[in-house]
């Protein structure tokens, strides 16, 4: 490979059941189950069949992964109005938090990264809060175009910080996370960012997409992931977001940063023709693997472990799990197992936050030294030949393969729009003689009520309207 790594310095999260990074690896070490029946606060779900011709329990749409007081924000403390943070969609307002919590978790102050080509890369897709907000006209102000676009949500953050580098918001569905990881570490490369944002925000404000995804057959019957098991039937909606800060290594030495992991290469296609718009091409996830580590200058045979897609449906699992096995099982060892795993048996499918789920899951498993179990796998799927293919589930808490050379680790994400990305991760040692920086404070938000009350109209809006 001819391109530096990217040490990844920085990680901001905010999962089901986890507030912060910290806790997100506590829920991943121990096993944590975060779904949960739809919040009382967030939709009535027995209201809802009254305007589907399914039944209820066969839509599978009381269960979902979801975030505490999404309705608390701080606006003053990002210079914004409390009129003006009533109009800005959570999802805004939930990424401006986490890009500030990824730098001060990396040890960037305000003063260095000022005017700097920081590039901010965010996986966005979801307009929930606008289309609640429109059914009340009253509702509607001067900042209703800037709060509830979605190209903002990567601006907003670059506005904030003085940022001149490139400021992408991006929509690629499930893959849309790890593809902004791909081109901020391609913005790296190119020398167009010093230092880049890159990660996705979700969050899940209203029924109606759910219900979609239901009549189309997605959801799971229980509302959980069961990514590999022969029951698998389906996924479970969840929300959350995840941002990391990006640099290249040899910077990332010098400043004396602590390094979660570095990436070595991603690469990025589209699946072309398949048996159907939303159907995953087998074809084209092996070649995405091929590129990736071609670009990363790994061979296939030296991957100890793979965070999947792994959605847990019938189609997606055993195409996924075969590309892989063939792509992985070139010039590996006799009786050398890859081990896999997916964070959707624990937090749900992010959908557009899915792929920084799984990438920051895999960051903390390097920096621990630890791979968490995938749940819910108790039978192995009957079409997939896991022996065969030299691939093993993780389903305990168990320490990194003990080896002289570093741990190279994988993770997938797929869209049902066709496009998939990869991501190549290595593990560093941590840097014993990190110097220690005056890293700017996050102080304690006083969150307001104003915010609240938007969410308030949207709920009564949908309680009176069923």
């Excluded at 050398?336 to 964070?343: D, E, H, I, M, R």
């Amino acid at each position: 490979m001819d391109r530096e790594p990217i040490a990844i310095i920085g990680v901001g999260c905010r999962f089901p059941k986890a507030q912060d990074k910290k806790a997100f690896w506590q829920l991943l070490r121990d096993g944590v189950d975060a779904i949960t029946e739809v919040p009382a606060e967030r939709w009535q779900v027995e209201c809802l069949s009254q305007l589907t011709s399914t039944d209820l329990e066969q839509q599978n749409i009381q269960w979902g992964g979801f975030l505490e007081d999404v309705d608390q924000f701080d606006p003053q403390f990002f210079k914004i109005s409390p009129r003006e943070a009533m109009s800005m969609d959570p999802q805004q307002r939930l990424a401006l938090e986490l890009a500030w919590e990824a730098l001060e978790d990396g040890g960037q102050t305000l003063d260095y990264l000022n005017g700097t080509k920081t590039g901010v890369f965010l996986g966005i897709s979801s307009k929930d809060y606008y289309s609640n907000l429109i059914e009340q006209p009253a509702n509607l102000d001067a900042y209703t175009g800037s709060g509830n676009t979605n190209c903002m949500a990567a601006n907003r953050i670059s506005y904030f910080f003085n940022f001149t580098g490139p400021s992408l918001s991006i929509d690629t569905a499930c893959s849309s996370s790890l593809v902004a990881v791909h081109l901020a570490c391609q913005s790296i490369w190119n020398q167009e960012s010093t230092l880049a944002l890159a990660g996705g925000v979700q969050m899940i404000l209203s029924p109606w997409m759910t219900v979609s995804f239901a009549q189309a057959g997605f959801m799971a019957a229980d509302g959980r992931c069961k990514t590999f098991d022969s029951r698998a039937d389906g996924y479970v909606r969840s929300e959350g977001a995840g941002i990391v800060v990006l640099k290249p290594l040899d910077q990332a030495l010098k400043d004396k940063d602590y390094i979660y992991a570095v990436i070595r290469g991603s690469a990025v296609n589209q699946d072309g023709h398949s048996n159907g718009l939303t159907a995953p091409n087998p074809r084209a996830q092996e070649a995405l693997l091929r590129e990736a580590y071609s670009k990363a200058g790994v061979s296939p045979g030296q991957v100890q472990y793979i965070e999947a897609h792994g959605t847990g449906t019938k189609l997606g699992d055993p195409i996924e799990i075969k590309a892989l096995g063939k792509v992985l099982n070139e010039s590996r060892s006799p009786g050398k197992y890859c081990t896999v795993g997916s964070v959707k048996t624990n937090i749900g499918h992010l959908e557009v936050a899915a792929g920084i789920a799984g990438l920051i899951k895999v960051a903390l498993s390097l920096k621990y030294a630890q791979i968490p179990p995938s749940l819910h796998f108790q039978q192995p799927n009957p079409y997939i030949p896991f022996d065969k293919l030299s691939l093993r589930v993780q389903t305990e808490l168990t320490p990194l393969p003990d080896q002289d050379e570093p741990v190279i680790a994988g993770v997938s994400a797929f869209s049902f729009g066709g496009t998939n990305a990869h991501v190549v991760l290595e593990e560093y040692p941590a840097i014993k003689d990190s110097k220690s920086k005056d890293k700017i404070t996050l102080p304690v938000m006083t969150k307001t009520v104003e915010t609240e009350q938007v969410l308030s109209q949207e709920n009564n809006y949908i309680e009176g309207e069923l």
